[in-house]
Structure formats: C-alpha cells, structure tokens
C-alpha cells in the first residue's frame, strides 16, 4: 500500500478519511493540533488519541519532511537547502525582521520563464513543488522558530519558481496556511510574487483566501520588459495591469509592483516617470529592488545616485513607493540569487 504523506492533506479530506474509519471528527481535530500546533509528527507519541488510531495513522501516512543539508546565517536571514525525497534541491529563506519571521518558499524546482536576470531562471524547469514539499519546507523552519516560542508570521512566495505556474499546488498550500487548523497565518501576510501570467491572476482573484499579489514589472513599457522577461510577449504590460487592477478591484488591496533597478537598463529618469503615468491614481505601491549581481548576466546593478533619483521621481509623481533592502545577498539569499544548489553540483564555481 502507498502512503500518503500527511502534509498534502487538508481537514476536509481528513474528515472523509476518519469517517471511513468510524472516528469520530473531534479526532480529526485533535490530530492536526499535534500536527501543527505541537509539532508532534510521530502518531505513536499523540497521547490522546486511542492506540488503535495512532497505529492507524502511522500505517496510512508518512510524515516525511525535506532534509536540511546546508544552513547559512547572515544579516538576520538564514538561507536553508532542503533536499526532496528524489534527492532534488530547493531552497527556502527565513528572513527575522521588525519582529517579524517571514518565510520565502519555492514553488518549483528551477524555473521555466528565463527571465534574463534571475538566477533560477539559468537552471531551467525541472519539475514543480508538491504541497508536501511547499508546506514542508515552512514546516522545516516553523520546527525550529517553536524552540524559540515564536512562529512564521508571513509568506512570500518569492523563492524558486513561478507560482501561478505550479497553481493547483499552491493554493492548497495557501488554505493549510491561512486555516485555522493549520498554520493560521492571515491572508494578508501572505503575499504571491508573479512574472505575469495574465489567466492565472483572474483565477486567484476567484479563490477563497485573497492573498496579496505582487507583480515583477521591471520595466516601463513593452519594448523594455520584451528583453529582460520573455513571457511579456504573450501578457504584454497593457493587459496584466488590466488583470492587476482588477485583482485589487476584487480584493480591495493595492498590488505591489516589483522593479529591480538595473544599471543603465532601466533606472534612468524617463523611465520613472514612464512608471509613474503607468501607475497614476491606481491602487498600486512600487517596491524599488536594486539588482542583486547574477554574474552570468552582463548587468550591473544600479547606483545609489541613480535608485535615488528614481525614487524622488516617483514622490514628486506620487506614486506610493519603498526601496527595499534586499536581505540575504552575502549568502547568496536575495531575491532571484537562489540557485547555489543547482549550479554548485554541477561543479559551476558560484
Ligand atoms: N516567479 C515569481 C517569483 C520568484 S522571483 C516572480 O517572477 O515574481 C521573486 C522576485 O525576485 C521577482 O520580483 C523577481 O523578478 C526578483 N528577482 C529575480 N532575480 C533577481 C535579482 N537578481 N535581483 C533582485 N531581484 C530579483
């Protein structure tokens, strides 16, 4: 008999299973807070549950997490590489700030969008994340934030991957997130970070738990996002910030826009302010990233004179807008620099 593993399951398909076996649904309950509020994920040790039911669950499921191989601290952030039950790598990063523990998870292994500056996107796609293996790598970190009586407070999906490309995975994730019987992490302190595919933001805007949507922009009109992120030319800029607005519309939250400043690319002033007629009276807020330096790329990242700039710019236009301090860069942890996993094994000098 296969087994399944626990951490794909959610209370409803618990309760179908536990009817099943004449339990009692308080049983179900009681299961899930050894789960995920004790941390207890050995069934024989859930003491108040009958014995005949432990036995049960040890038989019907598996507990499997990732395995942590590598662990590197700095600046508040720690960078985890996990490895799967097929020996694959991924990596997960718990950034410890303004008493604040957020986690950004993975979502696949690599990614299959190439956008030309992004590390991930060197290694190409080689499969997507289970939920397993998503709340998994949560669950990893949750384990030892509960040694320290503390717990995940935010979400993002920025790690490895797309998410809207690995949808149907990710959010099951969300609903054990955000439940109360799971994670209990509201869905405003989730956050879902995407290239841009325009049917998929309809959709989320659909779903039950109304995440926050972030959206990679990078650039002010087509002619710029065409070379640095390919799949514009199928959602070209005009019709994702139709499909923005209507998700903030819908959800009555401002989308954030991410813009990673690249050197002489696209941080110029009459790029501010192409931005800044794009956003104009919209329900929109523009997170100002410099570039983290992926040294396969020729870019560079921009200077503290021209970010600065570009930021007075956008205040003069009025655009909401924060320049963010992209954490983790000395340990290779920043956004789009995850990928040591993957090139290091190969023998690439990082
Ligand atoms: N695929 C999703 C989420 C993963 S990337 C997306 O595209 O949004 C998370 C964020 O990091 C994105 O905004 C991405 O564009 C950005 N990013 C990628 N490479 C980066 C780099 N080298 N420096 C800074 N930000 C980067």
Redesign the pocket.
């Known amino acids: 008999m296969s087994t399944k593993n626990i951490f794909s399951l959610n209370k409803e398909n618990l309760l179908e299973i536990f009817k099943g076996w004449n339990e009692l649904s308080y049983r179900v309950d009681q299961f899930l807070n050894w789960i995920y509020k004790k941390g207890e994920w050995d069934p024989v040790k859930m003491s108040n549950l009958p014995m005949n039911l432990r036995n049960k669950l040890k038989e019907f499921f598996s507990f499997d997490l990732p395995h942590v191989v590598d662990k590197k601290d700095a600046d508040n952030t720690i960078k985890y590489l996990l490895q799967l039950s097929d020996g694959e790598n991924i990596e997960t990063v718990l950034i410890r700030h303004h008493n604040r523990n957020t986690i950004c998870i993975s979502v696949q292994v690599g990614?299959s969008?190439s956008?030309k500056?992004?590390?991930t996107g060197l290694i190409g796609l080689k499969r997507n994340l289970k939920v397993e293996e998503i709340i998994g790598q949560a669950l990893t970190i949750q384990k030892e934030l509960w040694n320290e009586g503390e717990r995940i407070s935010n979400i993002v999906?920025?790690?490895m991957?797309?998410?809207l490309a690995n949808y149907d995975a990710v959010i099951r994730s969300i609903e054990i997130f955000n439940s109360d019987w799971g994670f209990g992490i509201g869905s405003k302190h989730i956050t879902i970070?995407?290239?841009g595919i325009v049917p998929r933001i309809y959709d989320l805007a659909n779903e039950k738990v109304k995440v926050r949507l972030a959206i990679?922009l990078?650039a002010p009109d087509n002619e710029f996002r065409n070379q640095i992120i390919p799949i514009n030319k199928k959602y070209p800029i005009e019709e994702l910030l139709e499909s923005a607005w209507f998700y903030a519309s819908v959800t009555k939250r401002r989308i954030t826009f991410?813009y990673?400043l690249i050197k002489d690319f696209n941080d110029r002033i009459e790029h501010a302010n192409k931005l800044s007629i794009l956003l104009k009276g919209k329900p929109a807020h523009v997170n100002l990233?410099s570039?983290?330096k992926?040294k396969e790329y020729p870019w560079e990242p921009s200077d503290i004179y021209s970010i600065r700039k570009f930021k007075e710019i956008l205040d003069k236009n009025g655009i909401n807008n924060t320049l963010r301090i992209?954490y983790g860069c000395k340990i290779r942890a920043?956004?789009?620099?995850l990928r040591a996993t993957y090139l290091g094994m190969r023998g690439i000098e990082l």
């Open positions: 990614c969008f956008c500056f992004c590390a999906f920025m790690g991957g797309e998410p970070s995407t290239v990679s990078h991410e990673v990233i570039w983290n992926v992209s920043g956004c789009g620099q």
